[in-house]
Nanobody, 126 residues
Framework: QVQLAESGGGSVQAGGSLRLSCAASGSIFSRHVMAWFRQGPGKEREGVAAIYSGGSTFYADSVKGRFTISRDKAKNTVYLQMNSLKPEDTAMYYC????????????????????WGKGTLVTISS
């Protein structure tokens, strides 16, 4: 059973930065796609960024150029560096893991992800 634990959320002003962390309970990166999703007030959960086992990264159009996903295999941790934050980035951010063979090329599908963290809240004020 894989466990994921997010941290790093908080409240910052627009234009600021935050770095989210997701600690996994074991060495899962070689077989899993790791992704960040978010759910804003009154909105559906949406994909933000993903990193595949080979290191390829993908981003939602709304965060391209501002967010960076990365991982530290030695620490079993995935990061989401968020820069130039906007009020519309306000959301609960979730870390998720999907077996790569199940995820295929479509990292945006929530149903592909078997493991989820409990989330960390990010609030951006204008």
């Amino acid at each position: 059973q894989v466990q994921l634990a997010e941290s790093g959320g908080g409240s910052v002003q627009a234009g600021g930065s935050l770095r989210l962390s997701c600690a996994a309970s074991g060495s899962i990166f070689s077989r899993h796609v790791m992704a960040w999703f978010r759910q804003g007030p009154g909105k559906e959960r949406e994909g933000v960024a993903a990193i595949y086992s080979g290191g390829s990264t993908f981003y939602a159009d709304s965060v391209k150029g501002r967010f960076t996903i990365s991982r530290d295999k030695a620490k079993n941790t995935v990061y989401l560096q968020m820069n130039s934050l906007k009020p519309e980035d306000t959301a609960m951010y979730y870390c998720a893991a999907a077996l790569q063979w199940a995820c295929g090329g479509n990292w945006l599908v929530l149903g592909h992800y078997r493991y989820w963290g409990k989330g960390t809240l990010v609030t951006i004020s204008s």
